[in-house]
Structures are given as C-alpha cells and as structure tokens.
C-alpha cells in the first residue's frame, strides 16, 4: 500500500515515515512539508492513502481535500489531528477527510485505520466497475 505523508514537522514526518515503513505492506513513497507542495507533487503517482496534518493545508482545507480526491482518483485521505476533541474529527471529516485520529496515535492504531481505509478504497472500486 502507497503512502504520502503531508507535515511540515520535519522529526514527526521522519518518525512517522520510519514507523509506517516497518509494516510490511506499507511504503511511504511521498513526503511533503505541506499541502500545495503535495498538490504539485502527486499527480501521476500511485498514492492510496494520505496521511496529514490539519494545519498544514493552510486556509481552505475543504478546497485543498477536494483538489487532492481530483488527482488521485480513490485515495484516501487519513487527517492527523492536533487535538483529540471528537468536534475536530467531525470538522475534518466534512471537509473532505475519509477519516481523522490523533497525530500522537500509536503504530497499531496508525496501522488499523489505514487498513480500514484501504477496505474501503477497494471496496468503492469494486462497485465503480460493476456500475460501468
């Protein structure tokens, strides 16, 4: 499974990244200070989760989220919070994120969310192919 991993916090992304790579069927396969950086980054690539940080998408998060489902046709979008309050995921979420945990969240917590995203990345393309 194809990560990217969107922060400016340059010893979270790292730490991040070292702990993801150490899952067998995670690779992280792109890294971005932040969110326009990203949108310059990864179109064409083969990305099915991204995982960011709410206060790196400056302004217009919904916007930003939008524009990121538009290049990457199916990704996922897994946002990072600061705060663990359940009103930020709720605001992450409609904003355009398919999910939203506590950046401080364990590998195993990191590793089961991303997974149920990925579930549910395949399971929307199944149905796409069976509608066309």
């Not at 702990?19 to 890294?31: G, M, S, Y």
Request: with cysteine.
């Amino acid at each position: 499974m194809n990560l990217a991993i969107i922060t400016s916090n340059d010893i979270y992304r790292e730490s991040l990244k070292t702990a993801l790579n150490q899952i067998t069927r995670f690779k992280v396969r792109l890294e971005c200070h932040n969110c326009s950086e990203t949108l310059q980054q990864i179109a064409g690539r083969k990305i099915d989760v991204v995982l960011l940080t709410s206060a790196d998408c400056g302004d217009d998060l919904g916007r930003t989220l939008k524009r990121l489902h538009q290049l990457v046709p199916g990704v996922k979008i897994l946002m990072l919070l600061d705060h663990p309050e359940e009103c930020w995921r709720t605001q992450a979420i409609s904003s355009g994120a398919d999910d939203a945990i506590p950046q401080y969240a364990d590998k195993d917590a990191l590793e089961e969310h991303i997974c149920r995203l990925s579930q549910m990345r395949e399971h929307t393309t199944k149905w796409r192919k069976i509608l066309k």
